[in-house]
């Protein structure tokens, strides 16, 4: 059996996959670039396994590609690879749900501590060599706030909001959670309380987003929201940029409506000079680096091989995309 891995892939998960099959480093993840769809398709030839990242699998690698069992993506939305494609060709696609759950909660958790601290502006304005601002003390002008006795709102809770919630009552804070696809068993588990999007903006200090772009969710949270949310409340944003009206934020931030806000996506990557982002001095921002820490390759690697192995082995993986292409089986 041969695979085609153009995934970043941990070096000790390539040696149990080396254990089954020839493996093959091939594309993005050796140029750094997207691999043209005919390209792709030559690559993977005859070989039976193909694993992607940010690799697209369209139509094209389908038809070509007879001898192809199944299709790993160390994604865990697969948007890369044409799932209708697949399913129609009778290949199995595998996904890696929760991959950075952690280092996405992690870093949420590290946005808090940062913006309740005003972390990011000392160090600018250290960076600057200003000691402080006004002819004031830092003692005075930095002065931030604990978290321990605040209330942080969740906006979805997955797999991402439930790491989150795991950390979070550790600073002795009140966790909120509005999830309509949840029941209140579940989010009482994790020592929180659901509540209706309203009452999480009106009583958190801290509202972050952790839910999935769908037409519900696009835009959800705009001006009616943020004139919810108290003056003291920070908006978190790990999740993606579209959840918020984008002009109704940069009001509320401007306007002082809020109390500031920490983004690590934006409407508009990469981010473009002239970002009103950027200059804002309520705002931390980093690019887009959520899930990106060197476990996350050891997590989805391990994900997507139990899942092909178990596939491979006559079973059925919990984490397949198109289970449909089994139902005969």
């Not at 941990?10 to 254990?19: F, S």
């Not at 509320?252 to 996506?265: E, H, P, W």
């Not at 981010?271 to 950027?278: F, L």
């Amino acid at each position: 059996m041969r695979a085609v891995v153009t995934a970043t892939f941990a070096e000790e998960e390539l040696a149990r996959l080396r254990e089954k099959a020839e493996v093959i480093r091939d594309g993005w993840v050796i140029t750094g670039e997207r691999t043209p769809a005919d390209e792709l398709a030559r690559i993977v030839g005859d070989k039976e396994i193909l694993i992607v990242e940010v690799d697209e699998v369209g139509r094209e690698v389908f038809a070509r590609c007879s001898n192809l069992k199944v299709v790993g993506c160390c994604r865990g939305n697969p948007v890369n690879v044409d799932i209708e494609a697949a399913t129609q060709y009778g290949i199995p696609v595998i996904n890696t749900p929760a991959r950075n759950a952690v280092a996405v909660a992690e870093l949420t958790v590290a946005f808090m501590v940062n913006i309740a601290r005003n972390v990011g502006q000392g160090f600018l304005n250290l960076k600057q060599g200003k000691w402080c601002i006004d002819n004031t003390i830092p003692f005075t002008y930095y002065k931030g706030i604990e978290l321990a006795g605040r209330t942080l709102g969740l906006v979805g809770f997955g797999a991402i909001g439930r790491e989150i919630a795991k950390r979070i009552k550790g600073f002795a804070m009140d966790i909120l959670v509005y999830d309509p696809y949840l029941s209140a068993q579940v989010i009482q588990s994790y020592g929180a309380e659901q509540v209706s999007l309203s009452e999480l903006l009106v009583k958190s200090n801290f509202v972050s987003l952790h839910c999935n772009v769908t037409e519900e969710t696009r835009g959800m949270i705009g001006k009616t929201e943020f004139e919810l949310m108290r003056d003291d409340a920070y908006l978190i944003n790990t999740s993606r940029a579209v959840i918020t009206d984008q002009e109704a934020l940069i009001a509320a931030l401007k306007n002082k409506k809020i109390a500031g806000a920490a983004l690590d996506v934006f409407h508009v990557e990469p981010v473009q000079p002239g970002n009103q982002m950027i200059e804002l001095d309520n705002v931390l921002i980093t690019p887009h680096i959520g899930g990106a820490t060197h476990d996350v390759e050891k997590h989805h690697a391990r994900i997507v091989l139990d899942g092909i192995f178990k596939l491979l082995a006559g079973g059925r993986p919990e984490n397949i995309v198109n289970p449909a292409v089994l139902a005969s089986e």
